[in-house]
Protein backbone atom coordinates (compact mmCIF):
# COMPACT_ATOMS: atom_id res chain seq x y z
CA UNK A 1 0.00 0.00 0.00
CA UNK A 2 1.50 3.27 -0.82
CA UNK A 3 1.13 6.28 1.10
CA UNK A 4 -1.28 8.34 -0.96
CA UNK A 5 -3.83 5.11 -0.42
CA UNK A 6 -2.80 5.05 3.34
CA UNK A 7 -3.68 8.56 3.26
CA UNK A 8 -7.01 8.79 1.55
CA UNK A 9 -8.24 5.63 3.80
CA UNK A 10 -7.09 7.59 6.78
CA UNK A 11 -9.32 10.42 5.93
CA UNK A 12 -12.31 8.11 4.75
CA UNK A 13 -12.37 6.93 7.98
CA UNK A 14 -11.65 10.11 9.73
CA UNK A 15 -14.38 11.76 8.33
CA UNK A 16 -16.68 9.13 6.68
CA UNK A 17 -16.99 8.46 3.08
CA UNK A 18 -20.62 9.92 2.66
CA UNK A 19 -19.33 13.33 4.44
CA UNK A 20 -16.42 13.62 1.90
CA UNK A 21 -18.13 12.64 -1.27
CA UNK A 22 -20.78 15.66 -0.53
CA UNK A 23 -17.82 17.99 0.74
CA UNK A 24 -15.78 17.66 -2.48
CA UNK A 25 -19.02 17.42 -5.13
CA UNK A 26 -19.93 21.11 -3.01
CA UNK A 27 -16.56 22.53 -3.78
CA UNK A 28 -16.71 21.70 -7.26
CA UNK A 29 -18.68 25.00 -8.18
CA UNK A 30 -16.69 27.43 -5.57
CA UNK A 31 -13.52 26.37 -7.02
CA UNK A 32 -15.11 26.43 -11.15
CA UNK A 33 -16.10 30.28 -9.92
CA UNK A 34 -12.52 30.72 -8.60
CA UNK A 35 -10.73 29.85 -11.43
CA UNK A 36 -13.59 31.59 -13.61
CA UNK A 37 -12.61 34.93 -11.55
CA UNK A 38 -8.31 34.32 -11.84
CA UNK A 39 -9.17 33.53 -15.94
CA UNK A 40 -10.85 36.92 -15.91
CA UNK A 41 -7.94 38.74 -14.45
CA UNK A 42 -5.64 36.96 -16.43
CA UNK A 43 -7.74 36.98 -19.60
CA UNK A 44 -9.18 40.74 -18.69
CA UNK A 45 -12.77 39.73 -20.54
CA UNK A 46 -14.37 42.77 -18.13
CA UNK A 47 -12.18 45.62 -17.09
CA UNK A 48 -11.07 45.04 -13.29
CA UNK A 49 -12.96 48.36 -12.31
CA UNK A 50 -16.03 45.81 -12.55
CA UNK A 51 -14.54 42.82 -11.35
CA UNK A 52 -11.69 42.93 -9.35
CA UNK A 53 -8.58 40.37 -9.17
CA UNK A 54 -8.43 37.94 -6.19
CA UNK A 55 -5.34 39.44 -5.21
CA UNK A 56 -6.67 42.75 -4.90
CA UNK A 57 -9.50 41.66 -2.92
CA UNK A 58 -6.91 40.48 -0.30
CA UNK A 59 -4.67 43.13 -0.74
CA UNK A 60 -8.16 45.08 0.69
CA UNK A 61 -7.95 43.66 3.91
CA UNK A 62 -4.19 44.44 3.90
CA UNK A 63 -4.85 48.22 2.70
CA UNK A 64 -7.83 48.64 5.39
CA UNK A 65 -5.78 47.40 8.27
CA UNK A 66 -2.80 49.60 7.28
CA UNK A 67 -0.49 50.95 10.21
CA UNK A 68 -3.00 49.10 12.76
CA UNK A 69 -1.36 48.91 15.91
CA UNK A 70 -1.94 45.46 16.59
CA UNK A 71 -4.80 44.04 19.14
CA UNK A 72 -5.14 46.93 20.92
CA UNK A 73 -6.25 49.41 17.94
CA UNK A 74 -8.46 45.99 17.04
CA UNK A 75 -10.29 45.97 20.46
CA UNK A 76 -10.41 50.25 20.88
CA UNK A 77 -12.05 50.14 17.25
CA UNK A 78 -9.25 52.12 16.35
CA UNK A 79 -9.76 53.90 12.84
CA UNK A 80 -6.59 52.88 11.27
CA UNK A 81 -7.88 49.37 11.14
CA UNK A 82 -10.83 49.85 9.58
CA UNK A 83 -11.77 46.60 8.48
CA UNK A 84 -11.65 45.03 12.03
CA UNK A 85 -13.50 48.08 13.33
CA UNK A 86 -16.38 47.79 10.99
CA UNK A 87 -16.92 44.08 11.29
CA UNK A 88 -16.84 44.64 15.62
CA UNK A 89 -18.83 47.69 15.15
CA UNK A 90 -21.95 45.36 12.72
CA UNK A 91 -21.13 42.48 15.51
CA UNK A 92 -21.21 44.30 18.36
CA UNK A 93 -24.94 45.76 17.08
CA UNK A 94 -26.37 42.69 16.50
CA UNK A 95 -25.11 41.16 20.03
CA UNK A 96 -26.53 44.69 21.74
CA UNK A 97 -30.19 44.40 19.77
CA UNK A 98 -30.14 40.32 20.49
CA UNK A 99 -29.23 40.74 24.70
CA UNK A 100 -32.14 43.69 24.62
CA UNK A 101 -34.26 42.19 21.93
CA UNK A 102 -34.50 38.60 22.47
CA UNK A 103 -35.77 39.00 26.83
CA UNK A 104 -37.96 41.72 25.88
CA UNK A 105 -39.89 39.75 23.13
CA UNK A 106 -39.94 36.17 25.13
CA UNK A 107 -41.62 38.20 28.02
CA UNK A 108 -44.04 40.08 25.77
CA UNK A 109 -44.70 37.23 24.14
CA UNK A 110 -45.07 34.95 26.88
CA UNK A 111 -47.33 37.63 28.66
CA UNK A 112 -49.52 37.51 25.02
CA UNK A 113 -49.53 33.93 24.89
CA UNK A 114 -50.99 33.84 28.30
CA UNK A 115 -53.38 36.49 28.60
CA UNK A 116 -55.95 37.65 25.94
CA UNK A 117 -55.74 41.19 26.65
CA UNK A 118 -52.40 41.79 26.39
CA UNK A 119 -52.41 39.91 22.92
CA UNK A 120 -55.45 41.70 21.62
CA UNK A 121 -53.75 44.74 21.98
CA UNK A 122 -50.41 43.82 21.42
CA UNK A 123 -51.28 41.72 18.24
CA UNK A 124 -52.27 44.00 15.72
CA UNK A 125 -49.36 46.42 16.56
CA UNK A 126 -46.70 43.44 15.87
CA UNK A 127 -48.58 42.52 12.46
CA UNK A 128 -48.24 45.79 11.75
CA UNK A 129 -44.92 46.41 12.71
CA UNK A 130 -43.39 43.24 11.27
CA UNK A 131 -45.14 43.92 7.74
CA UNK A 132 -43.34 47.46 7.44
CA UNK A 133 -40.21 45.77 6.98
CA UNK A 134 -37.14 46.88 9.17
CA UNK A 135 -35.72 49.08 5.79
CA UNK A 136 -38.79 51.16 5.93
CA UNK A 137 -38.23 52.17 9.57
CA UNK A 138 -34.76 54.25 8.63
CA UNK A 139 -36.18 57.46 7.38
CA UNK A 140 -38.31 57.95 10.46
CA UNK A 141 -35.54 56.67 12.82
CA UNK A 142 -32.90 59.08 10.89
CA UNK A 143 -35.38 62.11 11.89
CA UNK A 144 -36.16 60.61 15.83
CA UNK A 145 -31.89 59.41 16.16
CA UNK A 146 -29.75 60.80 13.29
CA UNK A 147 -27.34 58.96 11.31
CA UNK A 148 -25.48 56.74 13.54
CA UNK A 149 -25.25 53.82 15.63
CA UNK A 150 -28.63 54.79 17.51
CA UNK A 151 -30.60 54.58 14.35
CA UNK A 152 -28.88 51.07 13.38
CA UNK A 153 -29.81 49.57 16.56
CA UNK A 154 -33.51 50.97 16.72
CA UNK A 155 -33.72 49.10 13.32
CA UNK A 156 -32.18 45.66 14.10
CA UNK A 157 -34.17 45.82 18.12
CA UNK A 158 -37.31 46.51 15.80
CA UNK A 159 -36.72 43.83 13.53
CA UNK A 160 -35.92 41.35 16.58
CA UNK A 161 -38.27 42.02 18.88
CA UNK A 162 -41.35 41.90 16.65
CA UNK A 163 -40.38 38.38 15.35
CA UNK A 164 -39.60 37.56 19.24
CA UNK A 165 -42.55 38.57 20.70
CA UNK A 166 -44.69 36.38 17.82
CA UNK A 167 -42.76 33.35 17.75
CA UNK A 168 -43.10 33.60 21.77
CA UNK A 169 -46.49 34.03 21.85
CA UNK A 170 -47.68 30.74 18.97
CA UNK A 171 -45.14 28.84 21.23
CA UNK A 172 -46.60 30.08 24.32
CA UNK A 173 -50.61 29.18 22.71
CA UNK A 174 -49.52 25.90 21.48
CA UNK A 175 -48.47 24.73 24.38
CA UNK A 176 -51.60 21.82 25.72
CA UNK A 177 -53.54 23.20 28.38
CA UNK A 178 -52.94 19.85 30.65
CA UNK A 179 -49.82 20.78 31.62
CA UNK A 180 -51.08 23.69 32.74
CA UNK A 181 -53.79 22.33 34.76
CA UNK A 182 -51.26 19.93 36.14
CA UNK A 183 -49.00 22.23 37.29
CA UNK A 184 -52.23 24.23 39.18
CA UNK A 185 -53.67 20.64 40.75
CA UNK A 186 -50.65 19.85 42.14
CA UNK A 187 -50.24 23.05 44.61
CA UNK A 188 -48.29 25.30 41.78
CA UNK A 189 -48.78 29.13 41.27
CA UNK A 190 -48.72 31.38 38.17
CA UNK A 191 -45.45 31.64 38.21
CA UNK A 192 -44.84 28.12 38.34
CA UNK A 193 -46.63 27.54 35.53
CA UNK A 194 -44.57 30.66 33.89
CA UNK A 195 -41.22 29.11 35.01
CA UNK A 196 -41.96 24.93 34.33
CA UNK A 197 -44.59 25.17 31.56
CA UNK A 198 -44.55 27.92 29.43
CA UNK A 199 -40.74 28.99 29.06
CA UNK A 200 -39.63 25.32 28.49
CA UNK A 201 -42.87 24.35 26.40
CA UNK A 202 -42.39 27.39 23.94
CA UNK A 203 -38.26 27.21 24.07
CA UNK A 204 -38.12 25.37 20.42
CA UNK A 205 -40.30 28.42 19.09
CA UNK A 206 -38.55 30.75 20.89
CA UNK A 207 -35.37 29.12 19.71
CA UNK A 208 -36.50 29.44 16.21
CA UNK A 209 -38.02 32.81 16.61
CA UNK A 210 -34.32 33.57 17.84
CA UNK A 211 -32.27 32.28 14.66
CA UNK A 212 -35.12 33.50 12.22
CA UNK A 213 -34.75 37.35 14.18
CA UNK A 214 -30.89 37.34 13.71
CA UNK A 215 -30.98 36.34 10.00
CA UNK A 216 -33.69 39.29 9.09
CA UNK A 217 -31.84 41.55 11.77
CA UNK A 218 -28.16 41.03 10.06
CA UNK A 219 -30.11 41.58 6.51
CA UNK A 220 -31.66 45.18 8.10
CA UNK A 221 -28.78 45.77 9.53
CA UNK A 222 -26.60 45.61 6.64
CA UNK A 223 -29.37 47.76 5.19
CA UNK A 224 -29.58 50.17 7.61
CA UNK A 225 -26.04 50.52 7.82
CA UNK A 226 -25.65 51.80 4.43
CA UNK A 227 -28.35 54.51 4.33
CA UNK A 228 -28.51 55.64 7.52
CA UNK A 229 -25.08 54.11 9.75
CA UNK A 230 -21.77 55.76 10.02
CA UNK A 231 -19.69 52.26 10.69
CA UNK A 232 -20.32 48.93 10.18
CA UNK A 233 -19.64 46.34 6.60
CA UNK A 234 -23.13 47.45 5.43
CA UNK A 235 -20.89 51.35 5.54
CA UNK A 236 -17.80 50.21 4.69
CA UNK A 237 -18.99 48.63 1.10
CA UNK A 238 -21.58 51.20 0.36
CA UNK A 239 -19.31 53.98 0.89
CA UNK A 240 -16.57 51.81 -1.27
CA UNK A 241 -18.90 51.24 -4.04
CA UNK A 242 -19.25 55.16 -4.42
CA UNK A 243 -15.61 55.62 -4.84
CA UNK A 244 -15.79 52.78 -6.91
CA UNK A 245 -13.29 51.37 -4.89
CA UNK A 246 -14.62 47.54 -6.08
CA UNK A 247 -12.10 45.26 -4.24
CA UNK A 248 -13.44 46.17 -1.11
CA UNK A 249 -16.83 45.83 -1.63
CA UNK A 250 -16.11 42.40 -3.02
CA UNK A 251 -14.39 41.73 0.43
CA UNK A 252 -17.20 43.26 2.30
CA UNK A 253 -19.72 41.22 0.56
CA UNK A 254 -17.78 38.15 1.07
CA UNK A 255 -17.08 38.88 4.75
CA UNK A 256 -21.25 39.86 5.47
CA UNK A 257 -22.11 36.14 4.07
CA UNK A 258 -19.26 34.08 6.03
CA UNK A 259 -20.21 35.92 9.15
CA UNK A 260 -24.00 35.08 8.27
CA UNK A 261 -23.19 31.22 7.32
CA UNK A 262 -21.32 30.74 10.08
CA UNK A 263 -23.57 32.29 12.98
CA UNK A 264 -26.32 30.63 11.15
CA UNK A 265 -25.05 27.07 10.41
CA UNK A 266 -22.76 26.09 13.12
CA UNK A 267 -24.26 28.52 16.06
CA UNK A 268 -28.05 28.54 16.03
CA UNK A 269 -29.05 25.95 13.03
CA UNK A 270 -27.60 23.34 15.96
CA UNK A 271 -28.98 25.23 18.80
CA UNK A 272 -32.59 24.70 17.14
CA UNK A 273 -32.03 20.60 16.96
CA UNK A 274 -30.65 20.73 20.29
CA UNK A 275 -33.77 22.55 21.72
CA UNK A 276 -36.27 21.11 19.11
CA UNK A 277 -35.13 17.30 20.09
CA UNK A 278 -34.52 18.17 23.88
CA UNK A 279 -37.85 20.07 24.67
CA UNK A 280 -39.96 19.74 21.52
CA UNK A 281 -42.94 18.06 21.90
CA UNK A 282 -43.23 16.35 18.83
CA UNK A 283 -45.49 12.81 19.62
CA UNK A 284 -43.18 10.00 18.40
CA UNK A 285 -44.65 6.91 17.26
CA UNK A 286 -42.34 4.24 19.03
CA UNK B 1 -70.26 31.51 -9.06
CA UNK B 2 -72.14 29.60 -5.89
CA UNK B 3 -67.81 29.08 -4.41
CA UNK B 4 -67.29 32.81 -4.66
CA UNK B 5 -70.62 33.43 -2.93
CA UNK B 6 -69.64 31.50 0.10
CA UNK B 7 -65.73 32.76 0.18
CA UNK B 8 -67.52 36.14 0.12
CA UNK B 9 -69.92 34.97 2.56
CA UNK B 10 -67.00 33.03 5.07
CA UNK B 11 -64.69 36.32 4.72
CA UNK B 12 -68.00 38.45 5.96
CA UNK B 13 -68.66 36.39 8.71
CA UNK B 14 -64.87 36.71 9.64
CA UNK B 15 -65.17 40.19 10.18
CA UNK B 16 -68.21 40.48 11.25
CA UNK B 17 -69.10 40.52 15.15
CA UNK B 18 -66.78 41.25 18.10
CA UNK B 19 -63.44 41.26 16.45
CA UNK B 20 -64.18 43.66 13.99
CA UNK B 21 -65.31 45.94 16.95
CA UNK B 22 -62.39 44.60 18.98
CA UNK B 23 -59.69 45.52 16.16
CA UNK B 24 -61.80 49.22 15.41
CA UNK B 25 -61.24 50.20 19.43
CA UNK B 26 -57.63 48.98 19.11
CA UNK B 27 -56.86 51.13 16.65
CA UNK B 28 -59.07 54.13 17.73
CA UNK B 29 -57.53 53.76 21.13
CA UNK B 30 -53.55 53.47 19.13
CA UNK B 31 -54.00 56.50 17.07
CA UNK B 32 -55.25 58.47 20.24
CA UNK B 33 -52.06 57.33 21.90
CA UNK B 34 -50.46 58.61 18.64
CA UNK B 35 -52.21 61.73 18.95
CA UNK B 36 -51.99 62.32 22.24
CA UNK B 37 -48.24 61.44 22.13
CA UNK B 38 -47.38 63.73 19.24
CA UNK B 39 -49.67 66.96 20.91
CA UNK B 40 -46.87 67.05 23.73
CA UNK B 41 -43.81 67.05 22.21
CA UNK B 42 -42.02 69.99 20.60
CA UNK B 43 -42.26 70.43 17.30
CA UNK B 44 -44.36 67.51 16.29
CA UNK B 45 -44.24 68.33 12.38
CA UNK B 46 -40.26 67.06 12.21
CA UNK B 47 -40.59 64.13 14.73
CA UNK B 48 -44.25 62.82 14.84
CA UNK B 49 -46.59 64.48 13.35
CA UNK B 50 -50.48 63.96 14.11
CA UNK B 51 -52.52 61.30 12.66
CA UNK B 52 -54.43 64.36 10.84
CA UNK B 53 -51.31 65.90 9.85
CA UNK B 54 -50.51 62.21 7.62
CA UNK B 55 -53.71 62.64 6.53
CA UNK B 56 -53.68 65.69 5.13
CA UNK B 57 -50.55 64.86 3.52
CA UNK B 58 -52.18 61.56 1.74
CA UNK B 59 -55.32 63.36 0.44
CA UNK B 60 -52.67 66.08 -0.98
CA UNK B 61 -50.48 63.51 -2.55
CA UNK B 62 -53.44 61.91 -3.94
CA UNK B 63 -54.74 65.17 -5.22
CA UNK B 64 -51.13 65.89 -7.21
CA UNK B 65 -51.75 62.06 -8.25
CA UNK B 66 -48.10 61.00 -6.81
CA UNK B 67 -49.05 58.64 -4.44
CA UNK B 68 -50.27 56.40 -7.36
CA UNK B 69 -47.95 56.62 -9.23
CA UNK B 70 -45.47 55.68 -7.18
CA UNK B 71 -47.26 52.84 -5.37
CA UNK B 72 -47.48 51.64 -8.95
CA UNK B 73 -43.95 51.96 -9.50
CA UNK B 74 -43.15 49.92 -6.40
CA UNK B 75 -45.94 47.40 -6.92
CA UNK B 76 -44.52 46.76 -10.47
CA UNK B 77 -41.19 46.23 -9.92
CA UNK B 78 -41.99 43.96 -7.10
CA UNK B 79 -44.21 41.86 -9.60
CA UNK B 80 -41.81 41.87 -12.71
CA UNK B 81 -38.72 41.42 -10.31
CA UNK B 82 -40.52 38.66 -8.64
CA UNK B 83 -42.02 37.15 -11.39
CA UNK B 84 -38.88 36.34 -13.32
CA UNK B 85 -36.98 35.19 -9.89
CA UNK B 86 -40.15 32.49 -9.63
CA UNK B 87 -40.06 31.99 -13.46
CA UNK B 88 -36.01 30.89 -13.01
CA UNK B 89 -35.88 29.74 -9.71
CA UNK B 90 -38.83 27.14 -9.61
CA UNK B 91 -37.12 24.88 -12.73
CA UNK B 92 -33.58 25.48 -11.23
CA UNK B 93 -34.72 24.02 -8.06
CA UNK B 94 -36.55 21.26 -9.69
CA UNK B 95 -33.47 20.31 -12.15
CA UNK B 96 -31.30 20.48 -9.13
CA UNK B 97 -33.85 18.06 -7.43
CA UNK B 98 -33.69 15.28 -9.78
CA UNK B 99 -30.17 14.07 -9.42
CA UNK B 100 -28.87 13.82 -5.97
CA UNK B 101 -25.15 14.35 -7.39
CA UNK B 102 -26.41 17.10 -8.86
CA UNK B 103 -27.64 18.75 -6.32
CA UNK B 104 -24.78 17.51 -4.22
CA UNK B 105 -22.65 20.03 -6.11
CA UNK B 106 -24.83 22.89 -6.15
CA UNK B 107 -26.07 22.97 -2.32
CA UNK B 108 -23.35 24.55 -0.61
CA UNK B 109 -23.02 27.23 -3.05
CA UNK B 110 -26.43 28.09 -3.57
CA UNK B 111 -26.41 28.35 0.65
CA UNK B 112 -23.28 30.61 0.12
CA UNK B 113 -25.14 32.93 -1.99
CA UNK B 114 -28.21 32.56 -0.15
CA UNK B 115 -26.22 33.95 2.56
CA UNK B 116 -25.36 37.01 0.61
CA UNK B 117 -28.61 39.53 1.55
CA UNK B 118 -29.68 40.50 -1.51
CA UNK B 119 -29.09 44.42 -0.48
CA UNK B 120 -25.49 43.64 -0.04
CA UNK B 121 -25.27 42.72 -3.30
CA UNK B 122 -26.54 46.09 -4.49
CA UNK B 123 -23.09 48.07 -4.36
CA UNK B 124 -21.61 45.30 -6.40
CA UNK B 125 -24.24 46.05 -9.06
CA UNK B 126 -24.73 49.41 -8.77
CA UNK B 127 -20.79 49.31 -9.94
CA UNK B 128 -21.73 47.65 -12.73
CA UNK B 129 -25.21 48.97 -13.73
CA UNK B 130 -25.26 52.60 -11.91
CA UNK B 131 -28.29 53.92 -10.38
CA UNK B 132 -30.76 52.42 -12.97
CA UNK B 133 -34.21 50.40 -12.75
CA UNK B 134 -31.64 47.52 -14.05
CA UNK B 135 -29.90 47.51 -11.11
CA UNK B 136 -33.15 47.84 -9.15
CA UNK B 137 -34.57 44.70 -10.71
CA UNK B 138 -31.81 42.89 -10.82
CA UNK B 139 -31.20 43.21 -6.91
CA UNK B 140 -34.30 42.25 -6.90
CA UNK B 141 -34.08 38.96 -8.89
CA UNK B 142 -31.24 38.12 -7.13
CA UNK B 143 -33.10 38.26 -3.94
CA UNK B 144 -36.27 36.47 -4.83
CA UNK B 145 -34.20 33.67 -6.91
CA UNK B 146 -32.46 32.11 -3.79
CA UNK B 147 -35.20 30.86 -1.50
CA UNK B 148 -36.90 30.04 -4.29
CA UNK B 149 -34.45 27.76 -5.57
CA UNK B 150 -33.33 26.66 -2.29
CA UNK B 151 -36.45 25.59 -1.29
CA UNK B 152 -37.86 23.79 -4.12
CA UNK B 153 -34.85 21.70 -3.93
CA UNK B 154 -35.36 20.89 -0.70
CA UNK B 155 -39.21 20.28 -1.71
CA UNK B 156 -37.81 17.61 -4.41
CA UNK B 157 -35.62 16.00 -2.58
CA UNK B 158 -38.17 15.44 0.42
CA UNK B 159 -40.41 13.73 -1.88
CA UNK B 160 -40.44 9.80 -0.71
CA UNK B 161 -38.80 7.59 -2.21
CA UNK B 162 -40.80 5.20 -2.09
CA UNK B 163 -43.84 7.41 -4.26
CA UNK B 164 -40.43 7.21 -6.99
CA UNK B 165 -40.10 4.00 -6.70
CA UNK B 166 -43.93 2.72 -7.14
CA UNK B 167 -44.27 5.09 -10.20
CA UNK B 168 -41.26 3.58 -11.90
CA UNK B 169 -42.57 0.25 -10.95
CA UNK B 170 -45.92 1.05 -12.40
CA UNK B 171 -43.59 1.37 -15.60
CA UNK B 172 -43.83 5.34 -15.79
CA UNK B 173 -41.27 7.08 -17.83
CA UNK B 174 -38.92 9.37 -16.26
CA UNK B 175 -40.80 12.33 -17.17
CA UNK B 176 -44.10 11.07 -15.75
CA UNK B 177 -42.25 10.76 -12.53
CA UNK B 178 -41.03 14.53 -13.19
CA UNK B 179 -44.73 15.60 -14.14
CA UNK B 180 -47.02 13.02 -12.18
CA UNK B 181 -44.49 12.56 -8.85
CA UNK B 182 -41.95 15.35 -8.30
CA UNK B 183 -43.76 18.26 -9.30
CA UNK B 184 -46.69 17.90 -6.90
CA UNK B 185 -44.65 16.63 -4.09
CA UNK B 186 -42.66 19.75 -4.19
CA UNK B 187 -45.66 21.91 -4.54
CA UNK B 188 -46.04 22.96 -0.76
CA UNK B 189 -42.41 23.83 -0.39
CA UNK B 190 -43.03 25.65 -4.06
CA UNK B 191 -45.43 27.62 -2.17
CA UNK B 192 -43.25 28.20 1.05
CA UNK B 193 -40.26 28.81 -1.55
CA UNK B 194 -42.55 31.83 -3.20
CA UNK B 195 -43.79 32.94 -0.09
CA UNK B 196 -40.38 33.77 1.34
CA UNK B 197 -38.97 34.45 -1.87
CA UNK B 198 -41.64 37.56 -2.61
CA UNK B 199 -41.32 38.74 1.35
CA UNK B 200 -37.77 39.30 0.66
CA UNK B 201 -38.37 40.65 -2.31
CA UNK B 202 -40.60 43.33 -1.36
CA UNK B 203 -38.22 44.31 1.75
CA UNK B 204 -35.77 44.57 -1.22
CA UNK B 205 -37.97 47.07 -3.34
CA UNK B 206 -38.04 49.35 -0.55
CA UNK B 207 -33.81 49.36 0.05
CA UNK B 208 -33.30 49.62 -3.59
CA UNK B 209 -35.64 52.60 -4.24
CA UNK B 210 -34.02 54.36 -0.92
CA UNK B 211 -30.01 53.22 -2.33
CA UNK B 212 -31.11 53.59 -6.16
CA UNK B 213 -33.12 56.79 -5.90
CA UNK B 214 -35.67 54.76 -8.15
CA UNK B 215 -39.08 56.55 -7.85
CA UNK B 216 -41.85 54.77 -5.66
CA UNK B 217 -42.62 53.85 -1.61
CA UNK B 218 -38.98 53.93 -0.70
CA UNK B 219 -38.15 56.92 -2.29
CA UNK B 220 -41.21 58.80 -1.18
CA UNK B 221 -40.17 57.53 2.44
CA UNK B 222 -36.24 58.64 1.99
CA UNK B 223 -36.75 62.01 0.19
CA UNK B 224 -39.51 63.08 2.67
CA UNK B 225 -36.94 62.48 5.55
CA UNK B 226 -34.39 64.26 3.51
CA UNK B 227 -37.27 67.23 2.84
CA UNK B 228 -38.05 67.50 6.56
CA UNK B 229 -41.43 66.04 5.75
CA UNK B 230 -41.94 63.55 8.23
CA UNK B 231 -45.98 63.17 7.42
CA UNK B 232 -44.81 61.51 3.93
CA UNK B 233 -42.24 59.30 5.82
CA UNK B 234 -45.26 58.31 7.91
CA UNK B 235 -47.49 57.73 5.02
CA UNK B 236 -45.34 56.05 2.64
CA UNK B 237 -44.60 53.65 6.28
CA UNK B 238 -48.10 52.80 6.63
CA UNK B 239 -48.34 52.01 2.67
CA UNK B 240 -45.73 49.94 2.84
CA UNK B 241 -47.35 48.06 5.61
CA UNK B 242 -50.62 48.01 4.39
CA UNK B 243 -49.82 46.47 0.84
CA UNK B 244 -47.63 43.50 2.18
CA UNK B 245 -50.35 42.84 4.95
CA UNK B 246 -52.98 42.91 2.20
CA UNK B 247 -50.32 40.85 -0.44
CA UNK B 248 -49.50 38.08 2.73
CA UNK B 249 -52.48 37.36 4.41
CA UNK B 250 -55.47 37.52 1.70
CA UNK B 251 -52.98 35.99 -1.32
CA UNK B 252 -49.98 34.57 -0.15
CA UNK B 253 -50.68 32.38 2.98
CA UNK B 254 -53.96 31.28 2.28
CA UNK B 255 -52.08 30.23 -1.26
CA UNK B 256 -49.75 28.35 1.07
CA UNK B 257 -52.37 26.86 3.36
CA UNK B 258 -54.19 25.60 0.47
CA UNK B 259 -50.83 24.01 -1.45
CA UNK B 260 -50.49 22.54 1.79
CA UNK B 261 -53.45 21.02 1.92
CA UNK B 262 -54.34 19.59 -0.95
CA UNK B 263 -50.93 18.55 -2.02
CA UNK B 264 -49.23 18.46 1.47
CA UNK B 265 -47.43 15.04 1.92
CA UNK B 266 -48.77 13.97 5.04
CA UNK B 267 -47.74 10.83 6.61
CA UNK B 268 -50.54 8.56 8.40
Given at each position: ???LTKFSLYVQGRFGRHRLRRFLLGSIPFVFLLTLWQMNTTFEWLAPVFIPSIGGVIDAIFVLQSDCSGLVGVLSLDNSCLMTTHILSSIGRVLLAAIIGIPLGIIFGI????????????EPVGIFANSISGIAWVPLAIVWFGVGSLTTL?????????????????????????YEQSVLTMGGNRWNIVIQVYLPGAMPSIITGMRMSLGFGWRALIAAEMIGGDSGLGFM???AAEEFNVEQVFLGVIVISIIYLVTDHYLLG???KWTTHRWGLTWKPT | MSDSLNRFLAFWRHFSGAKVIN???????LLGAWALISGSIDN???????PLAVAASSVDMLYKGLLPSYFGDTISRLVIGSLIGLGLGIPFGLLLGLNRTVSDIFFPIMNFFQSVSGIAIFPIVVIWWGNSDKTVLAVILYTCFFPVAFNVLSGVREVPLRYIHSAYTLGASKFQVIRDVLAPGALPHIATGSRLGIGFASRAVIADE??????GLGWMIFTGQDADMTSQVILGMLMIGLTWIVLDHYLLRPLEADTIERWGLVHR
Amino acid sequence: MNVLTKFSLYVQGRFGRHRLRRFLLGSIPFVFLLTLWQMNTTFEWLAPVFIPSIGGVIDAIFVLQSDCSGLVGVLSLDNSCLMTTHILSSIGRVLLAAIIGIPLGIIFGILAGMNRLVSSVLEPVGIFANSISGIAWVPLAIVWFGVGSLTTLFIMLNTVFWLMFFNAMLGTRGIAKVYEQSVLTMGGNRWNIVIQVYLPGAMPSIITGMRMSLGFGWRALIAAEMIGGDSGLGFMIFTAAEEFNVEQVFLGVIVISIIYLVTDHYLLGPLEKWTTHRWGLTWKPT
Amino acid sequence: MSDSLNRFLAFWRHFSGAKVINLALIIAGLLGAWALISGSIDNPGRYLPSPLAVAASSVDMLYKGLLPSYFGDTISRLVIGSLIGLGLGIPFGLLLGLNRTVSDIFFPIMNFFQSVSGIAIFPIVVIWWGNSDKTVLAVILYTCFFPVAFNVLSGVREVPLRYIHSAYTLGASKFQVIRDVLAPGALPHIATGSRLGIGFASRAVIADEMLAGREGLGWMIFTGQDADMTSQVILGMLMIGLTWIVLDHYLLRPLEADTIERWGLVHR
